[in-house]
T-cell receptor, first 114, second 112 residues
Framework: DTGVSQNPRHKITKRGQNVTFRCDPISEHNRLYWYRQTLGQGPEFLTYFQNEAQLEKSRLLSDRFSAERPKGSFSTLEIQRTEQGDSAMYLC????????????FGSGTQLSVL | TQLLEQSPQFLSIQEGENLTVYCNSSSVFSSLQWYRQEPGEGPVLLVTVVTGGEVKKLKRLTFQFGDARKDSSLHITAAQPGDTGLYLCAVHDSGGYNKLIFGAGTRLAVHP
């Protein structure tokens, strides 16, 4: 499968625990986006990487959230001290070099914080 | 207030019926995209409309961009159970890096 891969697909955690999600974009894509989607809403932008550089972060990305893309390939999104309000689907999308190129989304990681 | 208002929020219909869903805004956009998202999956791009008044067809789906490029509609003819899903409209943020801004979506259920 050469699409965008996200792991794990589901994560259940207790409030206060740390969680980390991984995204493997399509191999030749240098643009990578993270989005969050809650029930009944569309995806909301969290952060954007161009290669290994994190170029934009949403105000939604509190200081408990950190994202990395160390070698410009896969990316990780970590949430520290999770809260019940963090429960959501976390989606990753990647795109080619040109900004107007189509984005491809992964299947997401569904996080439930108990 | 959402930049993109989608209506209706939910739609439950029988197989074979026709339906139209809407995406409205007070802002003008250079382009607008429609996505379909199935449960437990990420959104998949259906179409991009660029020109005011443009109509694009994808099998039984017809997409229209408003003349003023502020709104769009998606019409499905003879809906099938396979059309079930969340239909999202989205536009690119003008601030750069081409991030997408989504509406809240229309959740469609087509019953056999």
């Amino acid at each position: 499968d050469t699409g965008v891969s996200q792991n794990p697909r589901h994560k259940i955690t207790k409030r206060g625990q740390n969680v980390t999600f991984r995204c493997d974009p399509i191999s030749e894509h240098n643009r990578l986006y993270w989005y969050r989607q809650t029930l009944g809403q569309g995806p909301e932008f969290l952060t954007y990487f161009q290669n290994e550089a994190q170029l934009e972060k949403s105000r939604l990305l509190s200081d408990r959230f950190s994202a990395e893309r160390p070698k410009g390939s896969f990316s990780t999104l970590e949430i520290q001290r999770t809260e019940q309000g963090d429960s959501a689907m976390y989606l990753c999308a990647s795109g080619g070099q040109r900004l107007n190129e189509k984005l491809f989304f992964g299947s997401g990681t569904q996080l439930s914080v108990l | 207030t959402q930049l993109l208002e989608q209506s209706p929020q939910f739609l439950s219909i029988q197989e074979g019926e026709n339906l139209t869903v809407y995406c409205n805004s007070s802002s003008v956009f250079s382009s607008l995209q429609w996505y379909r998202q199935e449960p437990g999956e990420g959104p998949v791009l259906l179409v991009t409309v660029v020109t005011g008044g443009e109509v694009k067809k994808l099998k039984r789906l017809t997409f229209q961009f408003g003349d003023a490029r502020k709104d769009s509609s998606l019409h499905i003819t003879a809906a099938q159970p396979g059309d079930t899903g969340l239909y999202l409209c989205a536009v690119h943020d003008s601030g750069g890096y081409n991030k997408l801004i989504f509406g809240a979506g229309t959740r469609l259920a087509v019953h056999p």
